[in-house]
C-alpha cells in the first residue's frame, strides 16, 4: 500500500464543504513539472492565485508517496468552475510518471470509487470535464480507465480479466436475476462498501460490470479477513 503523509491539520482552507453524495467523479491531474509537493505549490496558489483553498485533495509524489491534502467533504480547486462535485488528484510530473505513482494512482482512485459509488468511466482527466483548455492530466484516461474498469482480485497484482464475449454472456445471465443483483449489493454493503451502491440499484443506474467488480471485491475483502482472523487465532 502507497505511503501516506497526512497534511490536513496544516493545509488551509477557504472554499465550504459539500456532502459525499454530490461527488460525481475523480478528476486527475498532472503539475506541468517534474518536481514539486504541496510546499511548494502552496505559495503560487495563494500569493499569485489567490486561493484560500488548494488546487488538490491529493498529490502523488514521484516516489509514490501521497500528500493527502484535504478530506473529500472540502471543495478544492482543481478544475475551474466544476470543484463542487469533485475529487481531485495530482500526479507531479508533466506528462511522464512513474511506475510507483501510477500503482498509487490506481490504489488511491480504486478506493475513492468504492467510497463514492462510483465506477472507471467516472475516473476523468482535468480536460475532459467542460470549459477546460489545457493538456492536463498529461496522460490518455482511456488506457487509466482501462486499468481501473479491471477488477484486482487477492493480491494487487493480480487481475480478473472479463474480455471473453462467453464469459460476459454468462455473466449477464446470471446477473438478470433481481434477487441476485441485491444479494450483490447486500454482501458488498456488509465488506464495507458504500450504501451509494444500493441508491444505484434502486435507480437502475448500476451496471453488470459494476455488479461483477463488487462481488470480486466482496470476495477479496471477506477472504482478507479470514485470513487475519487466523492470524489473530
Known amino acids: 500500500m502507497a505511503t501516506i503523509k497526512d497534511l490536513r491539520p496544516i493545509t488551509l482552507r477557504t472554499n465550504g464543504t459539500r456532502k459525499l453524495s454530490r461527488i460525481k467523479n475523480i478528476a486527475r491531474h498532472h503539475s506541468a513539472g517534474t518536481t514539486g509537493s504541496w510546499a511548494t505549490f502552496w505559495p503560487?496558489?495563494?500569493?499569485?492565485?489567490?486561493?484560500?483553498?488548494?488546487g488538490y485533495h491529493e498529490i502523488i509524489l514521484r516516489d509514490g508517496t501521497v500528500e493527502l491534502c484535504y478530506d473529500p467533504e472540502e471543495i478544492t480547486n482543481g478544475v475551474g468552475g466544476q470543484n463542487s462535485y469533485i475529487y481531485?488528484?495530482?500526479?507531479?510530473?508533466?506528462?511522464?510518471?512513474?511506475?510507483?505513482?501510477?500503482?498509487?494512482?490506481?490504489e488511491r482512485a480504486r478506493y475513492w470509487m468504492r467510497e463514492f459509488g462510483l465506477t472507471a468511466k467516472d475516473v476523468k482527466g482535468h480536460n475532459e470535464f467542460p470549459n477546460q483548455a489545457t493538456s492536463c492530466p498529461g496522460i490518455d484516461m482511456n488506457t487509466v480507465r482501462a486499468r481501473l474498469s479491471v477488477a484486482p482480485v487477492a493480491k494487487e497484482d493480480v487481475e480478473v480479466d472479463i474480455s471473453s464475449p462467453a464469459l460476459k454472456a454468462e455473466i449477464e445471465l446470471t446477473l438478470g436475476s433481481k434477487a441476485r443483483r441485491q444479494m450483490i449489493v447486500d454482501q458488498a454493503i456488509s465488506a464495507g462498501y458504500s450504501k451509494v451502491w444500493q441508491t444505484k440499484l434502486d435507480d437502475k443506474t448500476i451496471t453488470n460490470d459494476d455488479l461483477l467488480a463488487l462481488g470480486a471485491g466482496t470476495s477479496v475483502r471477506n477472504s482478507m479477513a479470514k485470513v487475519e482472523d487466523t492470524k489473530e487465532k
Not at 488528484?89 to 490506481?106: M, P
Open 44 to 54: 503560487y496558489w495563494h500569493n499569485t492565485k489567490k486561493w484560500g483553498t488548494g
Open 88 to 106: 481531485n488528484i495530482c500526479l507531479v510530473g508533466n506528462g511522464s510518471f512513474t511506475d510507483a505513482q501510477e500503482k498509487t494512482f490506481d
